[in-house]
Nanobody, 131 residues
Framework: QLQLAESGGGSVQPGGSLRLSCAAPGFTVDRYAIGWFRQAPGKEREGVACISSSGGMTHYADSVKGRFTISRDNAKNTVYLQMNSLKPEDTAIYFC????????????????????????WGQGTQVTVSS
């Protein structure tokens, strides 16, 4: 069964950058679309970005568009989330998850508060943006 693991979180000042990684050791992820989600204390889980299985298509939440970039290296079975110009409101636990559904469904489902087309959720990595 596919298992994902996030890493790369940490504490940064506003305006700083972090790169998160979503790895699948021992598994091949090139069939899966991958999504990044985040959840802040007291808030619902929010879809941040997703990338198609080939990497040719990406989609971002409006709140991160222009600041975050999702990419993947299928040879390394890893998906990345480059986060620039970080803001305090980006503080959250960040999760990655996988989906086999058609791309249009993946994009639609990422934007809901019930992303049931995604599975194999990782444990999350904490991102804290504070001065």
């Amino acid at each position: 069964q596919l298992q994902l693991a996030e890493s790369g979180g940490g504490s940064v000042q506003p305006g700083g950058s972090l790169r998160l990684s979503c790895a699948a050791p021992g598994f091949t992820v090139d069939r899966y679309a991958i999504g990044w989600f985040r959840q802040a204390p007291g808030k619902e889980r929010e879809g941040v970005a997703c990338i198609s299985s080939s990497g040719g298509m990406t989609h971002y939440a409006d709140s991160v568009k222009g600041r975050f970039t999702i990419s993947r290296d299928n040879a390394k079975n890893t998906v990345y989330l480059q986060m620039n110009s970080l803001k305090p409101e980006d503080t959250a636990i960040y999760f990655c998850a996988a989906a086999l559904s058609p791309w249009e469904i993946v994009v639609m489902n990422m934007g809901t508060n019930r992303p049931y087309h995604f599975g194999s959720w990782g444990q999350g990595t904490q991102v804290t943006v504070s001065s």
